[in-house]
């Protein structure tokens, strides 16, 4: 996982990163589909939330991969 450093003890990563911005936007998403008549319960949602943040780091994998790949110049 890539973090970047701050200063002190804290850390922050990207927030694509973080299971709490997925799962807060799947909620969202699950309140808005029970709008709708659809049902989601709660560990479908834990479920979705993983599969949503482990997708996206498997994204974030290959487009590092992709770009050393394709970079002009070498790593010093």
């Known amino acids: 996982m890539k ?8 850390q922050t990563k990207e927030w694509y990163r973080s299971k709490t911005i997925w799962g807060g936007a ?5 309140a808005v589909a029970g709008l709708f ?3 989601v ?6 479920d ?4 949503v943040t482990d ?3 498997a994204v974030g994998a290959l487009v590092a991969i992709v770009g050393r790949l394709d970079a002009k110049s070498t790593i010093g």
């Open 3 to 10: 973090w970047r450093k701050e200063e002190g003890m804290m």
């Open 26 to 30: 799947l909620a969202l998403a699950a």
């Open 37 to 39: 008549g659809v049902k």
């Open 41 to 46: 319960d709660a560990a479908t949602g834990v």
């Open 48 to 51: 979705l939330a993983s599969a």
């Open 55 to 57: 997708a996206a780091a």
